[in-house]
Nanobody, 124 residues
């Protein structure tokens, strides 16, 4: 059974940092690209970032480039999202997702599993 468990969300002031984690199980994590998506209050899902399995190449939505860093540790089947210089508009529930296909790029990663999400709130 595929399981994705996110953690690390919190209330943080603008300009602050958070590191999200996603513990994966039930599939061969190391061969799959992985993605983060988010859903802000009252809005639809937004793709945030993708990391590939082979070369570890990464891609980001323009609004987080230079502030967020996606990474993975295949030894412990965990995906990360380091978020710096947080802004109020980053407030959302963040989900990690497992793509349907092992190889995908950018936002073109249809997924079949996602976790329960972790809440990130950026506010004074």
């Amino acid at each position: 059974e595929v399981q994705l468990v996110e953690s690390g969300g919190d209330l943080v002031q603008p300009g602050g940092s958070l590191r999200l984690s996603c513990a994966a199980s039930g599939f061969t994590f190391s061969v799959y690209a992985m993605t983060w998506v988010r859903q802000a209050p009252g809005k639809g899902l937004e793709w945030v970032s993708t990391i590939n399995s082979g070369d570890g190449s990464t891609s980001y939505v323009d609004s987080v480039k230079g502030r967020f860093t996606i990474s993975r540790d295949n030894a412990v089947n965990t995906l990360y999202l380091q978020m710096n210089s947080l802004k109020p508009e980053d407030t959302a529930v963040y989900y990690c997702t497992k793509p349907i296909y092992p190889v995908c790029y950018g936002s073109n990663c249809p997924y079949d599993y996602w976790g329960q999400g972790t809440q990130v709130t950026v506010s004074t």
